[in-house]
């Protein structure tokens, strides 16, 4: 059996949230926080739910549910005052970035009050991430070699889990009710700004366009990596791209854009790389529908005169493109752990939690990294895997199986030493 032991500060357990007064924020598109909401009932919680727009109130309770309609100049007083006047000991939210999350989250930990960060999974598939105090860039788990290095991996329990039932289907259906409530009832709440484009028309088009472009690309890009990959194995270096409106871009990479990443990235290859590599470029899916940069990519590699040396995938299998590349390149991209597990060298551009020495090509420049990869460490991955799960990771979906928060150890500072007590 296995305990959490913090130095200097304490780690916080949520199973027990018996008579806890809890501030549910705005969760994923969809039920998730309706029924986290409910599960924190059952366990004796207190709960309260502000909505900041009628996606929202749709997929919440209406017996503790309050709606936010002032300006948004007037969103942290009015937050404060709630948190205040309700004696509120917890707040949960998803994502740490946007504009309400972000003002709470300073509001809640002026006061005392522990937040409760929900996001994307770090470890995927079968997990999301659920951290004390914020998320990616924001997380206080341990970013230095030397603390996993001296773990004992024995000590660590496992990861294991069990499939999470993805609803790919659930995501649609959810997203396209939670854009059209907030359309049409957008006059019950005039004052509120999304952080994306809060069209639902827009939404739907780019759904459609996405479906029908899958299909193309199933077509058109059968068997390309097979054909690549006889021409470049382990002689190309892979590029998987984020969505552009992805925070960890806006927030934290330095980079105003993904083109001008992109540009970077082709630039660069076209300077240092070996002649003989090739370099590609996949999209994220969830942009298929949204953002092309075939166009800019290949005028890119006409202007730095490497055209016939980088080609541009979509649907492409993720792990075979990672399984078979010299090298990954990545602004901060989950795939970056996704690479590491695969064994292959990967070179983060951004801020990232897992740009460890001996996990990636820390500290190395791009200009480099074309010339020598340096291979993860197999067993400090391991030891950072197991641990990165224990402390962050909740076993489920926010469309398909509902994790469990028992037992569930979020870090204050990201010190935790594990030990065996048998």
Known sequence: MFYGKVRNMKSSRTNNVNGKRILLLQGPMGNFFKRLDNELRKKGAITYKIGLNAGDQFFSYRDNYTPYRKKRKYWQRSVSDFLVQNQIEQLYLFGDCRFYQSQAIYA??????EVFVFEEGYVRPNFITFEKHG???????????????????????????????????AMIFSAMTYYFLG?????????YRHHRDFSGLKEAFYGIRSFVRKQFYKLKERNKLARITESFTKDYFFVPLQTHNDFQI??????????????????SFAQHAPKDVCLMFKHHPVDRGRKNY??????????????????????????????????????????????IFHGTPTLVMGQAIYDIEGLTNHGVSLAHFWQQQLKPDAVLFEKYRRYLVCTSQLNGSFYGMMPSLDNKICLADGALELKSDS
């Open 183 to 191: 359309n049409v009832f957008h006059y019950a709440y005039p004052h």
């Open 250 to 267: 806006l927030k934290h990479s330095g980079y105003p854009s993904i083109e001008k990443f992109i540009i970077e990235v082709v630039e």
């Open 108 to 113: 809640a930990e002026k006061l005392g009050i």
């Open 294 to 339: 075939t166009s800019f990519i290949e005028e890119q590699a006409r202007v730095y005169g490497v055209p016939k040396r980088i080609c541009v995938v979509h649907d492409v299998y993720l792990p075979d493109c990672l399984k078979h590349a010299k090298g990954t390149i990545t602004v901060n991209s989950t795939v970056g752990l996704s690479s």
């Open 135 to 169: 998320v990616n860039n924001n997380s206080r788990i341990r970013r230095d070699r030397g603390f996993y290095d001296a773990l004992d991996l024995e000590k660590l329990p496992e990861v294991s889990c069990v499939p999470s039932n993805f609803s790919h289907s």
